[in-house]
Structures are given as structure tokens and as C-alpha cells.
């Protein structure tokens, strides 16, 4: 085996390297390809959440969760959001059809682990597909709304570490994540709304993409607030099964979910975000009229 020599901040920042590059080269290229990354992210994904709450002494079944991503992701592809309640009532049945037939103890919690590994590990991040594939006749696509999101949450990172451990002094969940501090929450927002009207100057000044930059700015509050929530979420699931990191499957990062925790709620609320204030706003107008009639 070669030995590279390579400390672990080099080892970092190499891991994060690939995984930024091939992250980004498939959000760019879209359709199958980025099908194929999400496919990657599940699998992967879904295996360290069962190992985490296997340590807890929950046994939800990946072969249910695996099968209700599959279907997941090919109404996901296919873009036929009307049939995603039938799929998860179906799979939310076939996940208490495995308790049954199994007969394995706790069985509450394994299929209640179930059912949230469906949604957490599945249906959260497939919406990176509905959110590239946003448009309208101002946008083209949502590839914009992604790369503000991806910035937002690095300079959320990047704020919140430096800002944290130079004037870091109130903890902000001392429980879940003690070395997490309020400084460093608001440093990291402060990094990402600073990124957002960066991007916004480009956009409007360079590439004559006109966009308002309060809409760019309220798109970087929602990604900082929901990636801290989310990053703490996925602690507290770690620090309830009394495991450190997810895997070992990212060299120098620790394990998938440990990487991706910041963007598994992000990119929901964001798609949400995008389609009812940017891409589709008519129901706006409707309800202001409708306010104007009150009165």
C-alpha cells in the first residue's frame, strides 16, 4: 500500500476536494447523472443510519428503506410527484409487514426507524432533483439556487469554525453538541449572507442575470439556519446511539452523514422555498388579492 504521508487536515481537504468535484460535475451535467449521485448518497447514506441505530439496539429494515428509495428516486426522475403519497403509504405498510413477519424486539422502534429512515435518508435529499429541475421564464433551472445553497452552507462551516473558536463562549446546544457555540452561529450566518451578496453581484453585474438581493440573502439565512439545524439533528441521533461518527466511508471526514447532515434538510426547504417565492409566485398574487378584497 502507498503511504501518501499526508496529515489530516491534508487528508481532509483532499477527501473534500473529489467529493466537491464530482458533487458539483453532476449537479452541473443534471438528469441521469445527478440521478446517479443521489442513487450514491441513499445507498451509502441509509447503510450508516441502520449501523447507527443498530448500536442503539433498533433494527430498522434497510431492505425496505433501500426499496422505498428505488421507487423514490424513479418517480423522482420521472417527475411524477402525484405518485409519491401512494409510495410512501405502500412502503410505510410493507415496513410494519417486515415487523410483523420478522418478530424481532423493539418492535415499535423498528418500524418507527423505518419509516424515518425512509424520509431522512430517501425522500429529504431527492429533492436536489426537484430543485434543478425548477424553471420558469426567468430561470432556466434551479442550478443558481444549488450553488447559492452549497456556497451558504461551506461559509456556514467555515464562519462558524473560525468565528466559534476565536470568541466562542456561549454554548449553543451543550447537550447534543457541546463544542458548538451562539458566536459561532452567528459568525457562520454572517460568512453565509456576506457569500450570498457576493454571488448576487455576480449574477447581476457579470453574467446579467437579474435577481433581487434580498431574495439571495433570505435563501442564505434559510440554508445557514436549517444546515445548523440539520448538522445537530444528525448529532443528536449519534450522541442518543453513543457512536462518534456515522462510518468511516470519507478519509479524514469520518462517515457519509457526517459530511451530509448540513444539506438533508437544507435542500427540502429550499426546493419549498424556491418554487413558492421564485419559480412560482402566482399563488401570491392570489392570496394578495384575496387580502385586498378583505378590505
Known amino acids: 500500500m502507498i503511504d501518501l504521508d499526508l496529515n489530516k487536515n491534508a ?19 443534471g438528469g441521469i447523472y445527478l440521478l446517479a449521485l443521489l442513487i450514491f448518497m441513499l445507498i451509502v447514506g441509509s447503510r450508516e443510519y441502520v449501523k447507527i441505530l443498530n448500536h442503539k439496539g433498533f433494527y430498522p429494515s434497510l431492505k425496505v428503506i433501500y426499496l422505498t428509495e428505488a421507487i423514490l428516486a424513479t418517480v423522482v426522475y420521472f417527475n411524477r410527484v402525484d405518485l409519491v403519497a401512494i409510495t410512501l403509504t405502500i412502503c410505510a405498510i410493507c415496513s410494519f409487514m417486515w415487523v410483523l413477519f420478522k418478530g424481532r424486539q423493539p418492535y415499535i422502534a423498528n418500524v418507527a426507524t423505518t419509516l424515518l429512515g425512509m424520509v431522512y435518508c430517501g425522500w429529504f435529499p431527492l429533492h436536489l432533483m426537484f430543485l434543478r429541475n425548477l424553471s420558469n421564464t426567468k430561470y432556466d433551472s434551479g442550478l443558481g439556487f444549488i450553488i447559492l445553497m452549497f456556497t451558504s452552507i461551506l461559509l456556514t462551516d467555515i464562519g462558524g469554525y473560525y468565528i466559534g473558536s476565536k470568541f466562542g463562549k456561549h454554548k449553543l446546544a451543550p447537550v447534543i453538541s457541546p463544542n458548538k457555540t451562539i458566536e459561532g452561529s452567528v459568525g457562520g450566518m454572517t460568512f453565509a449572507i456576506i457569500g450570498s451578496l457576493l454571488i448576487w ?5 457579470l453574467l446579467h442575470i437579474e435577481v433581487h438581493w434580498y431574495v439571495m440573502v433570505c435563501g442564505a439565512v434559510i440554508c445557514t439556519l436549517f444546515a445548523q439545524i440539520g448538522d445537530l439533528c444528525e448529532s443528536l441521533i449519534k ?18 452523514l457526517d459530511r451530509t447532515d448540513s444539506f438533508i434538510l437544507t435542500i427540502p426547504v429550499m426546493y419549498y422555498f424556491c418554487k413558492c417565492f421564485i419559480f412560482h409566485t402566482e399563488w401570491m398574487q392570489t392570496l394578495g388579492n384575496f387580502v385586498k378584497g378583505l378590505f
Open 11 to 29: 487528508t481532509r481537504m483532499l477527501t473534500g476536494l473529489i467529493m466537491g468535484t464530482i458533487v458539483l460535475s453532476c449537479i452541473m451535467a
Open 201 to 205: 453581484a455576480y449574477m447581476n453585474y
Open 239 to 256: 450522541r442518543d446511539a453513543g457512536v462518534k461518527d456515522s462510518g468511516t466511508s470519507l478519509p479524514g471526514h469520518g462517515g457519509f
